[in-house]
């Protein structure tokens, strides 16, 4: 496997057609012990300004003769705008994402994290970690908005997304939580050629589509 980052500023539409193929692991924040009324108003701010539904990235599929398919992403904040493009060469035709959701229960509110991408020919443990692909000093900048810019926000998504990989860098959480994968690998998906999907995250629901751009 082998990947090649590449930039660009083009925007893509929005579609319509619904389409499913994602494993998910789910984070579950059980309780919270902020030590402060401040720090709760800001954790208020940060899951009010989320918008209900967002997408973090939109991917075209473009498969090979020898078998293997160039998956090309386009990762964006939550103010659409696209923070990062990254290519990504992957063995097999039939490609699976997997996700990181963080469910925080005070707030019933879900932070969802691009993880990883397998095949029908890769198993998920030697997947493509694409974690790192649209972070900035730690900063994952599919949370990145106009309205989140302070500091105390870009470090909460920072401890976010370091939880969700490690386990690690959330302080104020106590760290009994359930963790599950669900593995989806009996959906029978192939992505069509030349066509452009996105992701679709909801924030309150806690799901995930995939659907035609």
Known sequence: MEKEKKKTKKKIGLGLFACAALAAGYV??????????????????IVSSLQEEYVPMKFKVDYKEDK?????I???DQDGKQTSRMSYIV???????????????SKDAYFFFPYSIYTNVTEPAN????????????????YKAKNLGEQEDIQFF??????????????????????????????????MRDTTYKVVCHKQKGGIEILED
């Open 91 to 105: 063995n097999g035709t039939e490609l699976f994402f997997d996700f990181k959701v963080i469910h925080l229960a």
């Open 158 to 191: 920072t401890d976010l997304l370091s939880y969700a990989k490690t386990g690690n860098g959330v302080n104020e959480v106590d760290l009994e939580y359930g963790y599950s994968v669900h593995d989806l690998n009996d959906f029978n998906i192939h992505f």
């Open 127 to 142: 997947g493509i970690h694409i974690c790192d692909d649209y972070t900035e000093n730690g900063m994952p900048l599919i």
């Open 74 to 76: 386009k990762y964006y």
């Open 68 to 72: 293997t398919a160039e998956v090309s």
């Open 28 to 45: 579950g924040f059980t309780r919270l012990s902020l030590n402060s009324q401040q720090e709760a108003e800001r954790l208020e701010h």
